[in-house]
């Protein structure tokens, strides 16, 4: 990959995170393939499309308000990017529930994001190990 592409690849992982931290949900969909695969960490499993994401997350922002801040991108095996970030949630009280550091894998296709998993810890993000 070359280096303009891994640069336009971060920028739009960037991007997704500000506008989800900022709730632009529509904005944040139109970097979502259409047929985007992304893993709900909230019910189990994952949704699909966009409309099936946009869902999850209105049914997620009634009961939570999570804050998801990436600290770093690396680049993987076979095109995917892993994200460690800094999740923090509190409920709609504002009471802190979660205060930790993930790993996001992301699939991209078409420019878009294709994919969305949560990695386990930090040595499915090594291995490339998607959950």
């Given at each position: 990959?070359?280096?303009d592409t891994e640069s336009a690849?971060?920028?739009?992982?960037?991007?997704?995170?500000?506008?989800?931290?900022?709730?632009?949900?529509?904005?944040?969909?139109?970097?979502?393939?259409?047929?985007?695969?992304?893993?709900?960490?909230?019910?189990?499993?994952?949704?699909?499309?966009?409309?099936?994401?946009?869902?999850?997350?209105?049914?997620?922002?009634?009961?939570?308000?999570?804050?998801?801040?990436?600290?770093?991108?690396?680049?993987?095996?076979?095109?995917?990017?892993?994200?460690?970030?800094?999740?923090?949630?509190?409920?709609?009280?504002?009471?802190?529930?979660?205060?930790?550091?993930?790993?996001?894998?992301?699939?991209?296709?078409?420019?878009?994001?294709?994919?969305?998993?949560?990695?386990?810890?930090?040595?499915?993000?090594?291995?490339?190990?998607?959950?």
């Amino acid at each position: 990959m070359g280096r303009d592409t891994e640069s336009a690849e971060h920028d739009l992982l960037k991007s997704a995170y500000r506008n989800f931290n900022a709730r632009n949900i529509d904005q944040l969909l139109t970097s979502l393939h259409p047929n985007v695969e992304w893993a709900n960490g909230w019910e189990g499993g994952h949704v699909h499309g966009r409309e099936a994401v946009r869902a999850y997350w209105a049914r997620q922002f009634e009961v939570l308000d999570p804050h998801v801040e990436p600290i770093n991108i690396q680049s993987g095996e076979n095109g995917q990017q892993v994200v460690k970030v800094h999740q923090v949630v509190h409920n709609q009280d504002g009471e802190l529930l979660v205060d930790t550091v993930v790993y996001h894998a992301y699939r991209l296709a078409d420019g878009m994001i294709a994919r969305m998993d949560i990695l386990p810890d930090a040595s499915g993000a090594e291995t490339n190990e998607f959950v």
